[in-house]
């Protein structure tokens, strides 16, 4: 047997409407959800370090050699789909970095800090294995990327809080 959507005919619903009191308890019952969000949105400090490592293992990649760069790549991205995937199976959810005003600036800022690092990297090509300026850059993606991956996690608990995600 197959199965089909089926329409329920619009004709049949009389009204839809919601007095005051509903509607006053429908908006209490969304912040009260956003509020047991806020408190469950706290990740562990090496998780933060972790994002900021797959960041760094990729900036210092571009250092490298094509094989080398390659690598590099294939590993963050590895790191980042395993951060996925376990806060997924820890915390039932992932939650993407876009969320809210003031974790969307930062985040923008982040990918300007990463692209300038990716760039100082990238421009270490051909000098001796590991490059001064490729490991300075890594090293600062890693420690700026974990500090701000803390920033964002504590900006984005304050606008839940607020209300001012949904």
């Known amino acids: 047997m197959?199965?089909?959507?089926?329409?329920?005919?619009?004709?049949?619903?009389?009204?839809?409407?919601?007095?005051?009191?509903?509607?006053?308890?429908?908006?209490?019952?969304?912040?009260?959800?956003?509020?047991?969000?806020?408190?469950?949105?706290?990740?562990?400090?090496?998780?933060?370090?972790?994002?900021?490592?797959?960041?760094?293992?990729?900036?210092?990649?571009?250092?490298?050699?094509?094989?080398?760069?390659?690598?590099?790549?294939?590993?963050?991205?590895?790191?980042?789909?395993?951060?996925?995937?376990?806060?997924?199976?820890?915390?039932g959810r992932v939650v993407s970095g876009w969320q809210g005003m003031k974790p969307k600036i930062l985040l923008v800022a982040l990918i300007a800090f990463v692209l300038s690092m990716a760039y100082l990297s990238w421009s270490a090509r051909g000098q001796p294995i590991p490059a001064p300026g490729a490991v300075l850059a890594a090293l600062a993606t890693f420690a700026v990327c974990t500090l701000a991956s803390l920033w964002w996690q504590h900006l984005y608990r304050a606008e839940l809080r607020e209300g001012a995600i949904g």
């Open 2 to 91: 197959e199965s089909r959507p089926y329409l329920f005919p619009h004709w049949k619903a009389k009204e839809v409407f919601m007095d005051r009191n509903e509607a006053a308890a429908a908006l209490a019952s969304v912040g009260k959800t956003q509020g047991r969000l806020a408190e469950v949105s706290e990740w562990p400090l090496w998780r933060h370090a972790l994002f900021g490592l797959a960041e760094a293992v990729f900036i210092f990649g571009l250092s490298l050699t094509l094989f080398g760069t390659i690598a590099g790549l294939v590993v963050a991205a590895a790191l980042t789909v395993w951060i996925f995937n376990d806060d997924k199976r820890r915390y």
